[in-house]
């Protein structure tokens, strides 16, 4: 079962991290009781909005990665330019 002293003690937590923890604590708090009650159109909504996060999260690690310098090569995929 998911509990609040489960997080880790860094403050430095990405999105991807932070992503992470939170759908683990949907999955154990409300997914996961509510296991055989629910309809398929309702499971199809919880899967979008969990791939609606990952997306989210891929997005905001990206940006993360950007900020700090991270990227591969920046200038590659410039578009300033034109």
């Known amino acids: ?7 880790p003690e860094d403050n430095a937590l990405n999105s991807s991290q932070v992503m992470t923890t ?5 999955h154990d708090l409300l997914i996961e009781p ?8 309702q ?12 997306i989210i999260a891929e997005k905001a690690s990206a940006y993360e990665k950007m900020e700090q310098g991270e990227l591969d090569n920046p200038k590659k995929d410039d578009f300033s330019r034109n």
């Open 1 to 7: 079962m998911y509990s609040l002293n489960d997080q």
């Open 22 to 26: 939170a759908m683990g604590a949907i």
């Open 34 to 41: 509510m296991q055989g009650k629910l309809t398929p159109e």
């Open 43 to 54: 499971d199809g909504v919880l899967a979008l909005i969990g791939i609606t996060f990952k």
